[in-house]
């Protein structure tokens, strides 16, 4: 089974068609990575009573750390059913595997009990009044299947996309520049925009010392990364623009070098970008 949101036309009660509160953050949960790594199904017993049958799987809780469990198949108990009005319950299975029923409070327009932390949604049901059954009807599947975030092997491979906006980022400052003496006595680094992904800046040189093959390292600013990103540093205006340059990288620096011997007064704008 999967999340399913019926039709009111399909739907045993009109409660069933409705989004509730924490419909979307069972969705939402499931954006993150919480739910399950395969369909889970919620049924009613063949010989129908006040216990569902739930199938084995795995569950997937992503907190402090992404935490997977199996979840053996097994029934699990619906409370009486109110004698005046219907109730909202909800299958869960917490991050060690253990499923229970969050039993909701009966009213004339009964809305679900709090999702429990660490949890995972596989169903919820609707408890009408006075029943001493459990029917296929009064069960909706919430499940949300995601992808395994533990094992990379089950991701998937291959995603396209129109661009990627690389906005997150900590702004770029000039200090996070340093600049070899070769760039002269008082060089600068200005118009600096841009993250660790990707910048835009303008070095001056100027004062006196200027040398060949000078230096600009670029501390990033959010850290290191996990490996040595893959940077491309193109040029993109200023003086000497047949010159370009060479560069290398760690996982918590670009080291940019000039080709040349810069002059006094002159401005060399650089682009870089690229992926860790």
Known sequence: MAWNLPNLADAFSPFQAEIDANDLKILAAGSRGIGFL??????????????????????????????????????????????ANPRLDLIAVNSSGTKSVVTGTPAAAPVFAAIPASSAIAAAIIVPAGVTSILSTYIYNRDITVPN?????SLVTEILFKRIKATLGTALV????????????????????????????????????????????ITFKDGTWTAA????????????????????TSATQLVITWPSTPISSETYTFNFGGFG
Not at 39 to 51: E, F, I, K, L, R
Not at 175 to 198: C, H, I, K, P, Y
Not at 201 to 211: D, I, R, Y
Not at 234 to 246: E, L, S, V, Y
Request: without cysteine; proline residues 5%; negative net charge.
């Open 229 to 248: 990103p893959k940077m491309q540093v193109m040029r993109n205006g200023g003086d000497q623009p047949a010159i370009f340059p060479t560069w290398t």
């Open 38 to 83: 395969a369909d889970m199904a919620v049924t009613a017993q063949g010989s129908p009573n006040m216990t569902v049958a739930v199938t084995s799987g795995t569950v997937q809780v992503v907190g402090a750390s992404v935490v997977q469990a199996a979840v053996s198949s097994g029934n699990v108990t619906i409370t009486t059913a109110n004698g």
């Open 174 to 217: 000039a200090g996070d520049f340093a600049l070899s003496g070769g760039w002269g006595s008082t060089a600068s680094v200005g118009s600096v925009t841009g993250n660790d992904q990707a910048a835009q800046f303008v070095v001056t040189s100027a004062g006196t010392g200027q040398a060949a093959s000078p230096t600009i390292t």
């Open 149 to 153: 975030l533990i094992s990379p092997g």
